[in-house]
T-cell receptor, first 113, second 114 residues
């Protein structure tokens, strides 16, 4: 059974510092991994999608890496801003359950001015 | 281009009642998935609809049922509401059968059961 874990559960950094968010999963037979952002009480905004054949994806200040063999993904956010304050969730789609995303509990990020 | 839309935004019900939540997928998407997100937790998969049929189901009781219409929109029905059903209900859509594609989420419906 796939388990997705995000550590730490919460993180506070000063503005300008780089953010490093971790996601680990127990079953390496994944099809893809997606990173989302969620503002309080709101829906999910897709940030990056990494296919299992890829090692990383980049979009602006965001970079996500994927190491299937070790069951890890890392989301890097460069030069953080107060507007980056949100909860970040990772989700995996396993090859035996296509279409179903399994989520971690998220990392709550606060960027202080 | 409208994204995924959900209605209503908020809903308050009492135990034992029934509720229907609605979702319209992003233009060009044919697959709709429903998730339940309890406070402080990640979303949990309820089920997925494609070609008007339930294709996959998570670990939710039969009180949770759904429907997909020919225009790809979808409804989530919950019967005999329990206090524990209070959560944010999220709808996600994806193209091409939804098996492997990026999923796009709506703003959610906040359900409170008293």
């Amino acid at each position: 059974k796939q388990e997705v874990t995000q550590i730490p559960a919460a993180l506070s950094v000063p503005e300008g510092e780089n953010l490093v968010l971790n996601c680990s999963f127990t079953d390496s037979a994944i099809y893809n991994l997606q990173w989302f952002r969620q503002d309080p009480g709101k829906g999910l905004t897709s940030l990056l999608l990494i296919q299992s054949s890829q090692r990383e994806q980049t979009s602006g200040r965001l970079n996500a890496s994927l190491d299937k063999s070790s069951g890890r993904s890392t989301l890097y956010i460069a030069a953080s801003q107060p507007g980056d304050s949100a909860t970040y969730l990772c989700a995996v789609m396993t090859t035996d359950s296509w279409g179903k995303l399994q989520f971690g509990a998220g990392t709550q990020v606060v960027v202080t001015p | 281009d409208a994204g995924v839309t959900q209605s209503p935004t908020h809903l308050i019900k009492t135990r034992g009642q029934q509720v229907t939540l609605r979702c319209s997928p992003k233009s060009g998407h044919d697959t709709v998935s429903w998730y339940q997100q309890a406070l402080g937790q990640g979303p949990q998969f309820i089920f997925q609809y494609y070609e008007e049929e339930e294709r996959q189901r998570g670990n939710f009781p039969d009180r949770f049922s759904g429907h997909q219409f020919p225009n790809y929109s979808s409804e989530l029905n919950v019967n005999a509401l329990l206090l524990g059903d209070s959560a944010l209900y999220l709808c996600a859509s994806s193209p091409g059968g939804g098996r492997t594609d990026e999923q796009f989420f709506g703003p959610g419906t906040r359900l409170t059961v008293l």
